[in-house]
């Protein structure tokens, strides 16, 4: 990526779509009919910034609903592995592609393709790839199995100006804590969809979930 294509500093617009969302639901969905109604159950609890992860066969399609059928929702794509599952995802017309790695020609293919994206780092040699394809936003995954909030204050030391968005072992328990952080812009995780209510259709469960959450992570 040259000078004049690398994104902003500090994360740039993608960055301030996320620190606006302050949570990002990482949604696996296994059943297509379901993607519309937990959209909307979670757009309705305040939360609209959505990554429809590629770990099930159902993904595209859900994605693909959730952008026709509930506008009010900003849909991102995650688990993206490869430069095909980036195209896949730009193809369907996703806001933004979140990795939970990044292959050298995975964030070759990400710098080119313009389309926001946050590599995946869970160590300064993958903080200096990502740095190195132009990429000042990165997921931290998994971030309680990775050291915590401890460990991310110290990867800020040698890199002062990367923005994060930790995923993997946040809930409501901890989430105010990571977002407490001046270099945290969001925080992801499963928690705002319960499997099981997924499976049983309780999306009021959903959207109370959310309601809570957005409560409790909003600033003042
Ligand atoms: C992710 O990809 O971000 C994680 O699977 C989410 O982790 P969690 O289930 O611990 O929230």
Known sequence: ????????????????LLSAARVIPVLTIERREDAVPLARALVAGGVRVLEVTLRTPVAIEAAKAIIAEVPDAIVGIGTIL????????QALGA??????????????????????????????????????????????????????????RALAGPFPDMRFCPTGGIGEANAASWLAEPNVVAVGGSWLCPASDVRSGNWNSITAICNRAMKLLKPA
């Open 1 to 16: 990526m040259n000078a004049a294509s690398a994104p902003s500093p500090r994360g740039g617009p993608f960055a301030t």
């Open 82 to 89: 490869n430069p095909n599952d980036l195209a896949r995802a």
């Open 95 to 152: 806001k933004f592609g979140i990795s939970p790695g990044g292959t050298p020609e995975l964030l070759k293919a990400a710098a080119a393709s313009g389309l926001p994206f946050a590599p995946g780092i869970a160590t300064s040699s993958d903080l200096m790839q990502a740095l190195a394809h132009g990429f000042d936003l990165v997921k931290f995954f998994p971030a309680e199995q990775s050291g915590g909030i401890k460990a991310l």
